[in-house]
Nanobody, 120 residues
Framework: QVTVVESGGGSVQAGGSLKLSCEAS?????MAWFRQAPGKERKRVAS???????FYDDLVRARFTISRDKAKNTLSLQMNNLKPEDTAMYYC?????????????????WGQGTQVTVSS
């Protein structure tokens, strides 16, 4: 099991920015951000596998940017031009071996979640 700790989040008005940070207890090949809005399933929004394989959900592409520091086992999520529909609980996940997927059980470390609320 990998321990994952998130920080950041909060409330912002539409058009604003927030940055989330995540740290894993050891190196993992994949680190990802998922989010879950009320009444909806948890969904991967961005991830990085290895050195440079990036994924962004279409809904956040061009607005969200992830940045990974492999030496520190950290992954950040810079969120710009936030929209009310970005309101959700955001979770960082780590998969020790293997690529990033949409399958939650592939990940062996999850953070506790951090709330992001965007008001119109």
């Amino acid at each position: 099991q990998v321990t994952v700790v998130e920080s950041g989040g909060g409330s912002v008005q539409a058009g604003g920015s927030l940055k989330l940070s995540c740290e894993a207890s050891r190196y993992t090949t994949c680190m990802a951000w998922f989010r879950q809005a009320p009444g909806k399933e948890r969904k991967r929004v961005a991830s990085q596998f290895g050195d440079a394989t990036l994924f962004y959900d279409d809904l956040v592409r061009a607005r969200f940017t992830i940045s990974r520091d492999k030496a520190k086992n950290t992954l950040s999520l810079q969120m710009n031009n936030l929209k009310p529909e970005d309101t959700a609980m955001y979770y960082c996940a780590a998969r020790e071996f293997g690529s990033c997927t949409n399958i939650e059980t592939d990940y062996n470390g999850w953070g506790q979640g951090t709330q992001v609320t965007v008001s119109s």
